[in-house]
C-alpha cells in the first residue's frame, strides 16, 4: 500500500492488455489473401445453353383426382402422396393450381432443359398461324361473339 504522504508519479497498468502490431498487421494480411482466393473466379465455363420455351404437347391431367379421398400416411413414396406429384422435379404439390404454377415455373422448365426465353416468331410464322386459326374458327362452333368475350379478357357486354 502507498504511504499517504509519498507520491507516485506512475500509475502499474501491467495487467491490461498489450496489443503487437505486427502481430495483427500480419493476420490482416493472411485473412485479405485468403478473401481473394475465394473470390477469384474459377475456370471459365461456357454457360448452358438451353432450349427456347415451347408450349406442352401434352394435356395435364387435373381432373382424376377430383372429389376422391385419399388416405395420407407418413411412410408413403412421393408418388403415393395426396397431391399432384411432379416426376421431373420428385416434389408433391398438394393443390391443382399450384401444380400449374409449378408446371410451368421456372425450376420445372429448366429441369426439362429450357430457358425462360421465348422464341421470337418471323412474319411468316404469324402469318400461317392467323391463317390456322382462321381455317380452325370456320369448322368450330364459335361465334364472333364469343371470339370478342374471349378478347375482352370473359366480360361480356350487357345492354342497359
Known amino acids: 500500500m502507498a504511504q499517504p504522504g509519498s507520491h507516485v508519479n506512475s500509475v502499474d497498468n501491467t495487467y491490461r492488455r498489450k496489443w503487437d502490431r505486427e502481430e495483427y498487421l ?20 461456357p454457360p448452358v445453353q438451353r432450349k427456347p420455351l415451347k408450349h406442352r404437347d401434352y394435356e395435364v391431367d387435373l381432373e382424376s383426382r377430383l372429389g376422391k379421398t385419399q388416405v395420407v400416411t407418413p411412410v408413403a413414396p412421393l408418388s403415393q402422396q395426396a397431391g399432384y406429384y411432379c416426376s421431373v422435379c420428385e416434389c408433391v404439390v398438394k393443390d391443382s393450381a399450384n401444380y400449374l404454377d409449378h408446371i410451368n415455373g421456372k425450376k420445372h422448365q429448366r429441369a426439362l432443359g429450357m430457358s425462360m426465353r421465348v422464341e421470337r416468331a418471323s412474319l411468316e410464322q404469324v402469318q400461317q398461324r392467323f391463317e390456322t386459326l382462321k381455317k380452325r374458327k370456320v369448322t368450330s362452333s364459335f361465334t364472333e361473339q364469343d371470339t370478342q368475350t374471349a378478347t375482352r379478357g370473359g366480360r361480356k357486354k350487357t345492354a342497359t
Open 26 to 45: 500480419e493476420r490482416a494480411r493472411e485473412r485479405a489473401d485468403e478473401e481473394d482466393g475465394r473470390l477469384k473466379p474459377k475456370a471459365k465455363v
